[in-house]
């Protein structure tokens, strides 16, 4: 089966350490994108807060 030659292969080498790091380091670039992701919809929530805030002070006669 290709899957226990892989594994076998790994482990031979050990290159386990390896594979761990590398699962490490793609959790962690796949929660970072996640929380970039989440950041920037909060950025543009707030920006449209922001302009119906503006808009609303307009309306009720904040400015002209």
């Known amino acids: 089966m290709p899957m226990d030659e892989l594994i076998r292969t790994f ?7 390896h594979l761990a790091l590398l ?15 989440a950041l920037v919809a909060a950025t543009h929530r707030f920006d449209d807060f922001v302009r119906e805030l503006a808009l609303f002070n307009q309306r009720a006669g904040g400015r002209d």
Do not use: H, K, N
Not at 11 to 17: F, P, S, V
């Open 11 to 17: 482990t031979e080498r050990g290159d386990l350490a």
């Open 23 to 37: 699962s490490w380091a793609l959790a962690a670039s796949g929660a970072f994108a996640v929380t970039l992701r």
